[in-house]
């Protein structure tokens, strides 16, 4: 089984998907990753789901991702007398470290390092922004500011602070504990929320080394301030609109989606674009035309995934909003505008004979018309750097590794194919040719580009370029 589209679809599994039966109709109607979302369900729920996935990788024949999204730390106001309250543009209000009643002048925010790291003029948005205040003075347990934009603040609402590098570890006690189960359960990607600097990044490789890929989820300001150096020390990326999304300006959304899928591109990372995608298909059997617009968007962007979060964990319609994004994502694919749209945000490779070697491969595949680019790749090096390339055939990732097929169907036009490890080359040619007859990408006296790197075997050796006709010696 292959799909007739090159951009990946991610799902979050929740009560709605959560079934086996409904996990296989998810997946064969499009899902390649699964997310697991650890800020929901127990681990002991999550261990079901994994097993259920695993199990259904068996019985497709196909690898199929894991991804454990992290909850990181949440910043919320505490306990607010009578539930709720509600405050006017230009009240004044107070938050307090300790001692709170949970009114307008005791609003309790039990995290210190809040009070350690913000400045007068700095804002606070609470419950997603619909609350904004602006501090106006500090104490050691106090802040006083004034409301900007009214609303209510009600029990365990969440935070924001926008404007305020947080000294704050993106791993909480949470975090860790399930960080380890799920490193043993054999997750392929662990996303950490929250990320701010890079030594974010050092922290979590310490603690996951290479038993899975890190993907570090974009939704602070501060993240984009180090963008470059966060993408160079992750393996993927995720663009989290949502809180990115409150935190600065919405009209500035767009134009950072861009930037860290072309950023992603240039360094051959997968990226994935997330947060409200069809949203409207939690509670409605079809999208919104601005949504289908959106997802279309990400496509002709470059992203290598577009993921659906609640309308795939506790929508009414989880099977229906699969297929959707998979038809809008083929259409896109198949209209006449992509190649031109997709060529015009092109990034040029690095100068070395890796990056040369796979761009040159992408561009030779189209150029004599061939079926498929394979490669080989113990890593997934190798097909990441084709990858960025965005030819127009599938690319062939064909490695003997189950990790690094999961973590490929991830990356934008893979297919991964699990094979024994190659050790001569004509053994690699044979393969090749093997593999694409078998999985139905070829036919006798095709065309296909053949890349690898020798000594095989040897991560991020890319070096050798073949051309071969399938069927032929």
Known sequence: MHRNRRAKIVATVGPASSDPAMLKALHLAGVDTFRMNFSHGTQEDHAKVHAAIRALETEVGRPIGILQDLQGPKIRVGTIKDGKFTVKAGDK?????????????????????????????????????????????????????????????????????????????????????????????GVDWVALSFVQRPSDLIEARGLIGDRAGIMS???????????????????????????????????????????????????????????QMLDSMVAAPAPTRAEASDVATAIYDGADAVMLSAESASGQYPLETVQMMDRIIRSTEHHKLYPSILAANSVDEEHSPPHAVAAAAATLAENIEAVAVVGFTSSGTTAARIARKRPP????????????????????????????????YEEMVATAKATLLREDLAKENDLAVIVAGIPFGKAGSTNNLRVARVGRD
């Open 93 to 185: 209000v107070r938050f307090v470290l300790s001692g709170a009643d949970g009114d307008p002048m005791s609003i309790p925010l039990p995290h210190p390092e809040i009070f350690a790291a913000i400045a007068p003029k700095q804002d606070l948005l609470i419950d997603d922004g619909r609350v904004r205040v602006r501090v106006t003075s500090l104490g050691a347990e106090s802040i006083d500011a004034e409301v900007i934009i009214g609303g209510t603040i009600s029990n365990r609402k969440g935070v924001n602070l926008p404007g305020t590098l947080l000294d704050l570890s993106p791993l909480t006690k949470k975090d860790r504990a399930d960080l380890e189960f799920g490193l043993s359960l």
């Open 217 to 275: 989820k974009i939704e602070k300001p501060q993240a984009l301030d180090h963008i470059d150096d966060i993408v160079r020390l992750s393996d993927s990326i995720m663009v989290a609109r949502g809180d990115l999304g409150v935190e600065i300006p919405p009209e500035d959304v767009p134009g950072r989606q861009k930037e860290l899928v072309r950023a992603c591109r240039l360094a051959a990372k997968p990226v994935i674009v997330a947060t």
């Open 393 to 424: 055939v599938p690319i062939v990732a064909i490695t003997p590794d189950p990790a690094v097929a999961r973590r490929c169907t991830l990356l934008w036009g893979a297919h991964s194919v699990l094979a024994n490890d190659v050790s001569s």
